[in-house]
């Protein structure tokens, strides 16, 4: 079975940092994709950072050259380093790991963690 675990989240000033982990159950070679999303109150759930078994990464275009994703492939854990950080940033973050499952119609088995809290405030 599928395991995600988040952890790293907390209270942060503007302008500080953050490094939230994700640790999976196994290798995570197995997963297609391997990244982030995160859902503010009220809010629906938003896509943050991706990266691909290949090492290729996508962000939103929200968090380009504030956010980093990193893998540690011995530790089966990615990471998101996470500066500049601004109150809007303010979420519980999911990571989200993905399996294709129908090359032909691009379909992806979704795995998520928990979550955890990120609050930007002063």
């Known amino acids: 079975q599928v395991q995600l675990v988040e952890s790293g989240g907390g209270l942060v000033q503007p302008g500080g940092s953050l490094r939230l982990s994700c640790a999976a159950s196994?290798?995570?070679?197995?997963?297609?994709?391997m990244g982030w999303y995160r859902q503010a109150p009220g809010k629906q759930r938003e896509f943050v950072a991706q990266?691909?078994?290949?090492?290729?990464?996508n962000y939103a275009d929200s968090v380009k050259g504030r956010f980093a994703l990193s893998r540690d492939n011995a530790k089966n854990t990615v990471y998101l380093q996470m500066n500049s950080l601004k109150p809007e940033d303010t979420a519980v973050y999911y990571c989200?790991?993905?399996?294709?499952?129908?090359?032909?119609?691009?379909?992806?088995?979704?795995?998520w963690g928990q979550g955890t809290q990120v609050t930007v405030s002063s």
């Open positions: 196994g290798s995570i070679f197995r997963f297609n994709t």
């Open positions: 989200n790991a993905g399996v294709t499952t129908n090359p032909l119609l691009g379909a992806l088995n979704l795995y």
């Open positions: 990266i691909t078994n290949g090492g290729s990464t």
